[in-house]
T-cell receptor, first 115, second 112 residues
Framework: DTGVSQNPRHKITKRGQNVTFRCDPI?????LYWYRQTLGQGPEFLTY????????KSRLLSDRFSAERPKGSFSTLEIQRTEQGDSAMYLC?????????????FGPGTRLTVT | GEDVEQSLFLSVREGDSSVINCTYT??????LYWYKQEPGAGLQLLTY?????DMKQDQRLTVLLNKKDKHLSLRIADTQTGDSAIYFC????????????FGGGTRLMVKP
């Protein structure tokens, strides 16, 4: 078990550019979550997938954000026309689905800085 | 929606016990979790408690849940300098794909 991985770890971009992040979950996990964490705050939920289906989106996920999980394995999160307010740590987590504890395991995150 | 509150900062001496507190507003969560975050890193799951339990012990960690007062705590026995980190409580929303709602985090500083 290699854990959840995220790439890149750091991304610096200029305002108005598009960026894409990748998350590779734990292989047998069918649920994948994206969270955003700003400095000094706890993570906030953005969206989640069960297999390849995107089942829930937070109101934080504006039209400039899109996420995909095309084959139910890795996921990408794209931000179009980045704004300075998008600067944050983007965290991915994966879990099994169901009513048990089904803990969410987090990746190391992608830190985005928009200049 | 759920509101989860934590105190910002806790300082203890090495070898003492640490108690990190969390209060919440929505009592429908079936599972409540504690995560640890070290600088520049992702979140490490420490432990969890099921909502029908009052207490759970896991080595140096003890979780207490008071559903009546909507209060969750994490006690770390024999705190070490390596325990210095930010600790987050998180509640699971059973109706939204088990998404987690996090508190703002408590920064634990352990002095030698």
């Amino acid at each position: 078990d290699t854990g959840v991985s995220q790439n890149p770890r750091h991304k610096i971009t200029k305002r108005g550019q598009n960026v894409t992040f990748r998350c590779d979950p734990i292989s047998e996990h069918n649920r994948l979550y994206w969270y955003r964490q700003t400095l000094g705050q706890g993570p906030e939920f953005l969206t989640y997938f069960q297999n390849e289906a995107q089942l829930e989106k937070s109101r934080l996920l504006s039209d400039r954000f899109s996420a995909e999980r095309p084959k139910g394995s890795f996921s990408t999160l794209e931000i179009q026309r980045t704004e300075q307010g998008d600067s944050a740590m983007y965290l991915c987590a994966s879990s099994l689905a169901g009513q048990g504890p089904y803990e969410q395991y987090f990746g190391p995150g992608t830190r985005l800085t928009v200049t | 929606g759920e509101d989860v509150e934590q105190s910002l900062f806790l300082s203890v001496r090495e070898g003492d016990s640490s108690v990190i507190n969390c209060t919440y507003t929505d009592s429908s969560s079936t599972y409540l979790y504690w995560y640890k975050q070290e600088p520049g890193a992702g979140l490490q799951l420490l432990t969890y408690i099921f909502s029908n339990m009052d207490m759970k012990q896991d080595q140096r960690l003890t979780v207490l849940l008071n559903k009546k007062d909507k209060h969750l705590s994490l006690r770390i026995a024999d705190t070490q300098t390596g325990d210095s980190a930010i600790y987050f409580c998180a509640l699971r929303d059973n109706n939204a794909g088990n998404m987690l709602t996090f508190g703002g985090g408590t920064r634990l500083m352990v002095k030698p």
